[in-house]
């Protein structure tokens, strides 16, 4: 009897369950890094990721399941996306205290104002005695509506790239000129660590499986403003997709229904799907002239390169990339 | 001595199990009522539901999710304390739902506390209106827009949910041109009381015998089934129950065939026994339930 039939029938066989977990993560932590202290996905190395995910969520990651599918199959289906989302918030989880540190680091040197009253915060004028006091939502929609960046690491361990560092201080500008205000270190942390996490590439080897293309050194991408090949772009945005998003891309103007077909999936799906894409690319294109050449290769790794300059230009997503930038 | 990375996953797995096989996926299965939390499944969908109202056959539910952490402001967070589930979850009460009883599976638990003595979706939804909700959602690219868009369409999967054409067609106007022998010969059935009531209009027929027949009249056999009588509602009801249904599982099982045309045929058969047994208005709890006594006992119906 699989393991999904045995938990419905109450059958609590935990060496079972077990075995499915070092199976199903054997799939997924090749694209990964190992976690500290090892070096290699062997055997202690999984049973330790399957370990922080029970200490994490407890009787949830299994019982979410359970109640989530219908069949083996669906039942491992939807925990090997759980192993590979904790996976990739492991690598993008960045101590809320190191960001602070890094902020403390980049800021001063470009410009900003660090506060110690009324409470620790960052300004851009050192006449600015007040603190902001508005929704912090206020703040993550003025960071969302940045475009142009991309992020090659994040969570490095050494010394901040320079695209990282451009991205923070680009960020933290928008938003301290948007309040006119002090804003405290600890928000401005985390409209920082909202903006750029959910863009940033994970997988180690995603960029070369993108791709035969040689993947884009770190010094040499970076902030879109300052890349100089779209194709460069274009493989750091395709390493931020979900296998949903890259399977839809080629299909993103045959409309929901075609998306929804491709991916297997429901009308909300296709469309979520959809727009997440068109908001990862929005994030990473500065210009609608960029937008263009970076859809085009990216419709080349997704397997649509014989589309033509013409055909991507009457692409609805264009459309919206270019109305995306009339509202910003 | 420390424990070793497999001792550790050993023993967390052994304390989870316990939680997620009884406090989840429970055996009983209770009438379904407002404030409780069942799993609702239909063909790949499941998720699980909080039922905010029943009236006859359908339901007001919102979706529940176990992970707190994906809930966007669509979704009240609650309380471990405050569901017999043992741990927090998301109740999507923005997005709830009208569905058929019919997609009700198992019995997962129900609200406890503040919400437990409060039989009006009113007055759970304005439980739930007090909560903390998630946050709200920046950008598509956050995956909590995923995560809703996933329940909005097992919502769409479960409204739509059937099992029968519950309009009816007109299956003794298709027959009119076969003779009583033919179809008892196309049916293989001794009994030609079978095959009367079915050339009657007053037994719906299954699949196979639908197979049987299109080979007789040169018809499709979906166009035969769509050409069944409706069943009496109240059947339907009783088929729609979480207690038949488990019981059509079981057949399914059994037989290797899928859930919605065992539950079809299995209704049709109830029916059509029902038409052979003239008298008052038959009581189709008891008829069914004997029915099943005998098709799981291993005796033929």
């Known amino acids: 009897m699989d393991v999904y039939s045995a938990l419905l029938l109450g059958v609590e066989d935990s060496e079972q369950v077990l075995g499915m977990f070092r199976r199903l993560a054997s799939v997924v932590t090749p694209s990964f890094r190992p976690p500290d202290p090892h070096r290699?996905?062997?055997?202690?190395?999984?049973?330790?990721?399957?370990?922080?995910?029970?200490?994490?969520?407890?009787?949830?990651?299994?019982?979410?399941?359970?109640?989530?599918?219908?069949?083996q199959q669906s039942f491992e289906s939807y925990l090997l996306t759980a192993i590979r989302n904790f996976l990739k918030d492991q690598a993008k989880a960045t101590p809320r205290g190191r960001l602070r540190s890094r902020l403390e680091t980049i800021l001063p040197a470009a410009g900003f104002i660090r506060f110690d009253s009324p409470e620790r915060s960052w300004g851009i004028k050192a006449a600015l005695r007040s603190l902001w006091q508005g929704d912090l939502d206020e703040l993550l929609e003025v960071a969302w509506r940045l475009r142009g960046i991309v992020v090659t690491r994040w969570n490095e361990a050494g010394p901040t790239s320079k695209e990282t560092k451009q991205a923070i201080v680009r960020i933290s500008g928008a938003v301290l000129e948007?309040?006119?205000?002090?804003?405290?270190?600890?928000?401005?942390?985390?409209?920082?660590?909202?903006?750029?996490?959910?863009?940033?590439?994970?997988?180690?080897?995603s960029l070369e499986l993108a791709s035969d293309a040689e993947p884009p050194a770190p010094d040499a991408a970076g902030d879109a403003r300052t890349a100089k090949d779209a194709g460069q772009v274009a493989n750091l945005i395709w390493s931020s997709l979900t296998e949903q998003e890259r399977a839809a891309l080629p299909h993103l103007h045959q409309g929901d229904r075609k998306i929804g077909d491709v991916l297997g999936a429901g009308r909300h799906v296709a469309g979520a799907v959809?727009?997440?894409?068109?908001?990862?690319?929005?994030?990473?294109?500065?210009?609608?002239?960029?937008?263009?050449?970076?859809?085009?290769?990216?419709?080349?790794?997704?397997?649509?390169?014989?589309?033509?300059?013409?055909?991507?230009?009457?692409?609805?997503?264009?459309?919206?990339?270019?109305?995306?930038?009339?509202?910003? | 001595?420390?424990?070793?990375?497999?001792?550790?996953?050993?023993?967390?797995?052994?304390?989870?199990?316990?939680?997620?096989?009884?406090?989840?996926?429970?055996?009983?299965?209770?009438?379904?009522?407002?404030?409780?939390?069942?799993?609702?499944?239909?063909?790949?969908?499941?998720?699980?539901?909080?039922?905010?109202?029943?009236?006859?056959?359908?339901?007001?539910?919102?979706?529940?999710?176990?992970d707190p952490d994906s809930a966007d402001d669509h979704a009240a967070v609650v309380d471990?304390?405050?569901?017999?589930?043992?741990?927090?979850?998301?109740?999507?009460?923005?997005?709830?739902?009208?569905?058929?009883?019919?997609?009700?599976?198992?019995?997962?638990?129900?609200?406890?506390?503040?919400?437990?003595?409060?039989?009006?979706?009113?007055?759970?939804?304005?439980?739930?209106?007090?909560?903390?909700?998630?946050?709200?959602?920046?950008?598509?690219?956050?995956?909590?827009?995923?995560?809703?868009?996933?329940?909005?369409?097992?919502?769409?999967?479960?409204?739509?949910?059937?099992w029968v054409n519950q309009r009816g067609?007109?299956?003794?106007?298709?027959?009119?041109?076969?003779?009583?022998?033919?179809?008892?010969?196309?049916?293989g059935d001794a009994d030609p009381r079978n095959a009367m009531s079915i050339m009657r209009g007053q037994r719906g027929i299954t699949v196979d015998q639908a197979r049987a027949l299109g080979r007789l009249l040169g018809r499709e056999p979906e166009e035969l089934m769509a050409a069944n009588p409706a069943l009496p509602p109240d059947l339907v009801a009783v088929f729609d129950r979480p207690a038949t249904r488990e019981k059509v599982v079981a057949l399914a099982a059994r037989r290797g065939a899928d859930e919605i045309s065992t539950r079809r045929n299995a209704a049709y058969d109830v029916y059509g026994m029902a038409a052979r047994q003239a008298g008052h208005e038959p009581d189709w709890t008891a008829r069914s339930g004997r029915y099943f006594d005998i098709v799981l006992g291993g005796e033929q119906p």
Do not use: C, Y
């Open chain 1, 40 to 71: 290699a996905w062997d055997a202690e190395a999984v049973d330790d990721l399957i370990g922080d995910m029970f200490a994490a969520k407890g009787p949830r990651l299994l019982a979410g399941a359970l109640t989530s599918t219908t069949d």
């Open chain 1, 178 to 205: 948007h309040t006119g205000r002090q804003v405290r270190d600890e928000d401005l942390a985390r409209v920082v660590e909202n903006r750029i996490t959910l863009i940033t590439p994970v997988e180690t080897s």
């Open chain 1, 274 to 328: 959809r727009n997440s894409a068109l908001a990862k690319i929005r994030a990473a294109t500065d210009d609608d002239v960029r937008a263009l050449d970076v859809l085009s290769h990216l419709l080349g790794l997704a397997g649509a390169p014989d589309m033509t300059r013409i055909e991507i230009a009457r692409l609805p997503q264009v459309t919206a990339v270019t109305q995306g930038r009339r509202q910003a």
């Open chain 2, 169 to 187: 067609g007109d299956l003794r106007e298709l027959l009119r041109g076969a003779s009583l022998p033919e179809v008892v010969a196309a049916l």
């Open chain 2, 80 to 162: 471990p304390d405050h569901t017999t589930l043992g741990m927090a979850t998301a109740i999507w009460f923005d997005d709830h739902a009208t569905l058929p009883m019919r997609v009700l599976d198992r019995f997962a638990g129900r609200v406890v506390g503040t919400a437990q003595d409060l039989p009006a979706a009113s007055a759970l939804i304005g439980w739930l209106d007090t909560l903390a909700r998630g946050g709200p959602v920046h950008t598509p690219a956050d995956p909590r827009a995923l995560t809703r868009a996933e329940l909005l369409d097992a919502l769409d999967t479960f409204a739509e949910a059937a």
């Open chain 2, 1 to 66: 001595m420390s424990e070793t990375p497999a001792e550790r996953v050993r023993t967390q797995i052994r304390q989870a199990l316990p939680t997620v096989v009884a406090q989840t996926m429970r055996e009983d299965l209770p009438e379904p009522a407002p404030g409780q939390i069942w799993r609702a499944r239909w063909q790949d969908a499941a998720r699980l539901v909080l039922i905010l109202a029943v009236r006859r056959d359908r339901l007001d539910a919102a979706a529940v999710t176990l």
